[in-house]
């Protein structure tokens, strides 16, 4: 706020003069009723005691400092049992529309981040369906975010992670596999956890009017396919969505990625190594009571497929780059 740092310029040196140190515990904001001036500061409150005078005394000599430094403020008045109330001119908050026209789009653009690298990883949702309401204000909050971020000087990175790997995504294969059956004329077992949308049936007659053979191929060969065709299928539509909401991610990092570059193994093998796992009824356990959790945590299921908990261990191990999509 410019009038804020006008205030603390001008009161700065009136408070070094004085012998006095600027109070960490200072609080500049503006007054609830407008009639108490723009800004109020509770400095005289906090520096009363080093001073050796009444709080309303001080704020006295600091309003009168004030006026006689600066023409943009008017008046500078004492308040309650020290606050000082201060009122700029109309010409300084004229110069602020000045400066706002001047600076145009950077108008507020800071350097506080310093460069800092931040990530800002938002939406994520799973491919296995098209983006609903709630995935929408992800996006919204988490645009928002990056782009604030990157405004105030930070080095902001985006990425969309790909829960592309695990029983969820060969959930939709199986989906997609067993309409495009269904489709052929055929009658199979649909499991009481299938995906049940009607995008499951578009996805499987796209795939049965580009391949009429579809319907005649081995189970695990068909669900393989139908896996590959529908996530990419949602992906796209997921990317369209967020394009047409102006939402954009720097890098889409593919899940799978993890498994077949053999992060997973080197990460548990490393955990092992360190004594910080076990294994108990056929899954792979993380000892983290020993590192301040209330539970220990589940790493890989008895069936193989690998928990959320372990892939965010595995997560933080990469590099800002882009992965495939």
Known sequence: MRAKKHLIEKLTPLVASMGLAWPAKTVIEAPRDKKFGDLAVNI?????KDAGKAPRELAAELAAGLRAASD???????????????????AFWCETVR??????????????????KVQVEYVSANPTGPLHIGHGRGAAVGDSLARLLAFAGYDVHTE???????R?????????????????????????????GEYIIDIAREMLDADASLASLPENEGVDRCFEYAM????????????????????????????????????????ADAGHTYEREGALWFRTTELGDD??????KSDGSLTYFASDILRPR????????
């Open 44 to 48: 005289a409150l906090l520096l009363g």
């Open 72 to 90: 943009a403020i008017i008046d500078a008045q004492v308040a309650g049992p020290g606050f000082l109330n201060v009122t700029f001119s109309p």
């Open 99 to 116: 400066e706002i026209e001047s600076q145009g789009s950077d108008f507020g653009r800071s350097s506080l981040g310093d460069g800092k």
């Open 160 to 166: 969309y992670y790909i829960n592309d790997a695990g």
């Open 168 to 196: 969820q995504m060969r959930l939709l294969g199986l989906s997609v596999w067993l309409r495009v059956l269904e489709l052929a004329g055929k009658k199979p077992q649909f499991p009481e956890d299938w995906y049940k």
């Open 232 to 271: 990419n299928a949602i992906l796209n539509g997921i990317k369209k969505d967020l394009a047409d909401f102006r939402v954009t991610h720097e890098s889409w990092f593919s899940e799978r990625t993890l498994v077949t570059q053999g992060a997973v193994q080197k990460t548990f093998q490393r955990l």
């Open 295 to 300: 539970k220990d945590r589940v790493l890989r």
């Open 318 to 325: 990469r590099s800002f780059q882009a992965g495939p999509a």
